[in-house]
Structure formats: structure tokens, C-alpha cells
């Protein structure tokens, strides 16, 4: 009995406990899965649990039960800082809408430190990943507070302010872009790319074909794939029932909604086309479905254009206005030109017929294609994922 119970101390001892803290949008999760997967293949001996936070928590489940069912997914009570580019310093101060949701969620980030601060305790990581999102940040004072190692990864070309509040505490600092995009001390900073998983590679032309008829379309036509990120995005979803037809004149159409407008979209939708396929949301399909594609719609989160450089596609952006940061990364990949760039305001219009005239323009133009395609290819970090595993290991053991 003694001589069982001093290994199992010594196992303990030697098995590295991660805690991974992410925002639950598929943005956040699936770079914290291909992190995780790194540091399971480099050693056995690591314990890993995910939290997130409660809006995005089911999404979250079903991404890491594919991955891997055994690792325990929690979440935390967090709050965020409503900031709005539309509006004034005064009006942030003043519409009811911003201010109250702002006051309260301030006591939700207090009462999310006081949260993790126990949940630490009772289960002491070795070192806590927080890959963004306004849940990492009670998680990441929590570990501050305790002293226990805090890494961070910000995929962001405009940092957020959970990531600049928690950056003066955290021992290490990974970033999806250049480090000029960022003011973090360049000490403990490094440009690793985003993390995804190393399903998303380019496939030659028979195996794109036959990833076109597993999904049950045929293979001889263009496939256009429309992705509004894990909530969705209204206005592709919106512009893409309007202008449905003229798009099936020209390629079959893969639409994910997101689950909000999923039941609106099927009633506006022909469900019997088989040159048409729509989808609330998928992850684990996700790299078969894109590597199946000859035009990808997205929107600019910065882990799906990571993806989709990896796996070479031609790319028509549409950032969303409200969010700075896809802007950002819009702006610096159509500088590099490596993404065909939209408006999200020329959808309001319903006669604009801006969307299918993008699309052909890819579908028809293979020179311009191909360009897209070389350029985004570019801008791919396949050592992403290891790189940050890597750096999570290092500042876990120094934690010890």
C-alpha cells in the first residue's frame, strides 16, 4: 500500500495540469483543441480542462466531445465591456441599452474571479492558457492572484481589452499576427500564427471531387461555401436566400446559418434542391467542407482565415462593421492581396447583386482564383499549434 500510494504521488507530481480558458465560439475553441492535441502528442502525462463561458458553453461541449470526450468542460460567470465604434464617448455613457448591461456585467467579472479563485484552488493547473474572449479574464486574475503561470494568445489584428488587461500579468504572450499589429512587451512576445487543426490542408484536384460527392453534390459543378461564423451571420444569410437562384445558376451552395436563423432560412429556402445544402453549424465536417470548396464566403474571424489558408482557398470577405477587429483583419489581408473584399452595407440593399457578382468573378476568373488562393496560402503558420503547445509546456514547468 505504501509503495502504490508514493507512485501514485510521483505520478502527480510528474503529470502537467493545463487549464484551457476560452471565449466558446468556435473561434476560440478549436485553436484551444489543436493546442491541446500538440501537447497530448508531446507527453503523456498532461491533464487538460476547458472552461468557458455560459452563452457558448453548449457549442463548446459539442467541439471538444469530438476531440475528446474525457476532458471536462466548465464554465465560468464573466461579464464584458460593451464598446461600440458607432458611438460616442457620451452616448457610452448615456443609452440606458449600454450603460445598466455594463454595470452589471462589472459585478460578474468580480463575482468570476472570486469563481476561479476556488475552482483554482480546489484544482491547482500548472499553468492556465487563455486563448480570448471576455471569460479569460476573471479566470486570468484568478491565476495571477495565486501565482500560477498565465499564457495568453491573442489571434486578434486589433487586441481586445480582455488581452491588454491581462497582458502585464502574463508570463508568456502568443499572437495570430505580426507584432507590429501589437503593443505587448516584446520580451515575452511572440508571433506564432493561430492554432487549427492539421485537418485543414490543401487537397488535390480528385480529392476535392471526391469530398464534393461525399457531401452528395455533384462533383463536376463549382461548390460555393457561405460561413457566418458559430452565432452566424444575418447579413450573408440574408443576401444569400435573396440571391439563391442566380447562385445555383452557377454552383452548387453550401450555407451555414448558425442556429439563430436556421428555422427562418429553411422556410425561405428549397429543401429538395440538391444543388443546395444549409446547415446551422458544423465542426467536425468543418476542414472536409472547405477543403470541398472552390469559393469560401466568410466573415473575417481571425481563426477561420487562418483555416482557410491553410487550405489554399479563394476567399470573398465580408467583416462585420461592428467589430473592429475583423476589420483589421480584413484590411491586412486584402493588403496582401489574398482575399477579395465586400461591404457588409451594400447587402441592405436587396437589388445589389454585389454577393453572386463575387462569386462568379472567383468561379470565372481561375487566374484570379489562383492568385487568391497563392496569396492566402501565404499567410498560413502550420507550426502554430506546436509552437504555443510549446510555450505553454515552458512556462508550466517554471511555474513548478
Known sequence: MGGAAIDERQNREQTMRVLAVGGGSGGHVTPVVAVLDELQKGSKNVDVRFWCDVHFAPQARQIMAEYDPDIAVNTVVAGKFRRYSHLTKLQ??????????????????????????????????????????????????????????????????????????????????????????????????????????????????????????????????????????????????????????????????VLLSGVAQYDELRSLTPQNDPRFILKDFITDGLPDLIMAADVVVSRAGATALLELAACAKPTVLVPSKRLLWQVKHAKVFADADAVLLLDEDTFENPDDNALPTAVTKVLDDSAFARRLARNLHKQARPHAASDMAAMIMRAGKKGR
Not at 452589471?104 to 486563448?131: E, H, M, N, T
Not at 471569460?135 to 487586441?159: F, K, T, Y
Not at 471531387?209 to 461555401?225: C, H, I, N, T, W
Not at 460561413?227 to 436566400?241: C, K, M, P, W
Open 92 to 253: 457610452h455613457l448615456t443609452i440606458p441599452s449600454v450603460v445598466f448591461p455594463n454595470i452589471r456585467d462589472a459585478f460578474l467579472v468580480v463575482a468570476g474571479v472570486v469563481q476561479s479563485l476556488f475552482r483554482l484552488i480546489a484544482w491547482r493547473p500548472d499553468v492556465v492558457f487563455a486563448k480570448g474572449g471576455y471569460v479569460c479574464l476573471p479566470v486570468g486574475w484568478a491565476a495571477w492572484l495565486l501565482r500560477i503561470p498565465l499564457v495568453i494568445h491573442d489571434s486578434d489584428a486589433h487586441p481586445g481589452l480582455t488581452n491588454r488587461l491581462l497582458a502585464p500579468v502574463a508570463k508568456r504572450i502568443g499572437t495570430g499576427v505580426p507584432l507590429e499589429h501589437y503593443g505587448y512587451p516584446a520580451k515575452k512576445t511572440t508571433y506564432v500564427g493561430i492554432p487549427i487543426s492539421a485537418k485543414y490542408k490543401t487537397v488535390t484536384p480528385e480529392r476535392q471531387a471526391a469530398l464534393k460527392q461525399s457531401l452528395g453534390l455533384d462533383a463536376k459543378r463549382p461548390l460555393a461555401v457561405f460561413i457566418g461564423g458559430g452565432l452566424g451571420s444575418r447579413q450573408i444569410n440574408d443576401a444569400v436566400a435573396t440571391h439563391l437562384d442566380a447562385l445555383l445558376a452557377r454552383t452548387n451552395v
